[in-house]
Each structure stands twice: as C-alpha cells, then as structure tokens.
C-alpha cells in the first residue's frame, strides 16, 4: 500500500505508532545503559549504579506497565483478537515487576543479575508491543491513536507516558 493510499488519520496513526515504537526503543537503550552499568560497575560505584537503576525502575518502568494497562492494553483487548493477547502480555507486566521486586531487595551480583534479567523480558516485551499490538490498534479502524494525543507529546523524556497510551475509539464507533 502506497502512502498516497492511506487515508489521513490513519497516516498520522502510522507516524505516531513510530514515535511510540522509537519512545519504545528509547526505553530499551536506557534499561540496558543502566544495567549494563550495574553489572559492570567497580564496588565503589556500585551502590550509585542500584540507586539509578531503582529509581527509573520506580519512576519509568513501572508506571509505564501500569499506564499501559489502563489504556492501550484496555482498548487492544475489546478487539475480537486482542484478549489472549493482552491477558499474556499484563503476565509479562506481572514477570517484569517480580523482577524489579528481586532486583530491590538484592544487592551485588544477584541484583545486578535481575536487573539483566528484567531489560532481557522488557525487551522481548517491547518487541511484541511494537510488532503485534500497534498493528493491531492500527489495523482497527475505531481506533484512533493520533486524536488520543491532543498534539502534544514527550517520547524523548521517557518520563511521560500518558501521551502515547490513551488510545481511544474514533468518535460514532465503538470496539466489537
């Protein structure tokens, strides 16, 4: 399909859906920055390297999991293909966070091994989020990525996650 073929919401859809997959990609890079630094790290820096690497656990990681699971999981479930989907992928949120959870009550070498542990499923997680259920949302025309935005957006930051989960139903449709 050309692009000259794509209506205009749905373009936009498809951009958007590629600033999320690069804000996705952004999140990967960092988690693996931080954990490899961890994992790498001299003893004396070590204690500043968990310190980091918790805290964009608490502020990033985590709220982005339980975003996701109020908006995009939401409305990719209510589509006839997305309830297996969705219910293995709030699993993997459940995996993600027991590892998080390990990581903060380990010091040394295990928590560093969890750390690894939680960007290696963040990672696989992230690849079927971008591979699966965005062209999912995108491929459903009641769904509408880009209105949900209002224009504005933060992927860069990865701080703010509230801009790129609120998908929501294009208004006079509803999810089947």
């Given at each position: 399909?050309?692009?000259?073929?794509?209506?205009?919401?749905?373009?936009?859809?498809?951009?958007?859906a590629q600033e999320i997959r690069a804000h996705h990609a952004h999140m990967v890079d960092e988690l693996d920055r931080l954990t490899s630094a961890l994992r790498d790290s001299a003893p004396e820096k070590r204690q500043e390297h968990h310190a980091r690497?918790?805290?964009?656990?608490?502020?990033?990681?985590?709220?982005?999991?339980?975003?996701?699971?109020?908006?995009?999981?939401r409305v990719a479930g209510e589509l006839p293909d997305g309830a297996p989907l969705i219910e293995a992928m709030v699993r993997e949120h459940v995996l993600i966070k027991r590892l998080v959870a390990l990581f903060g009550a380990s010091d040394g070498a295990a928590a560093a091994a969890y750390a690894?542990?939680?960007?290696?499923a963040f990672e696989s997680h992230q690849r079927?989020?971008?591979?699966?259920?965005?062209?999912?949302?995108?491929?459903?025309?009641?769904?509408?990525?880009r209105d949900a935005l209002g224009?504005?957006?933060g992927h860069q930051t990865g701080h703010d996650h509230a801009h790129h989960h609120c998908y929501r139903l294009r208004p006079g449709s509803r999810a089947p």
């Open positions: 399909m050309t692009t000259q073929n794509i209506t205009r919401p749905a373009r936009a859809d498809e951009e958007f690497l918790a805290q964009w656990f608490e502020t990033v990681l985590v709220p982005h999991a339980d975003e996701e699971e109020q908006t995009t999981y690894r542990a939680a960007y290696e079927k989020e971008n591979e699966i259920i965005l062209p999912l949302l995108l491929a459903a025309p009641q769904v509408s990525l224009g504005g957006h």
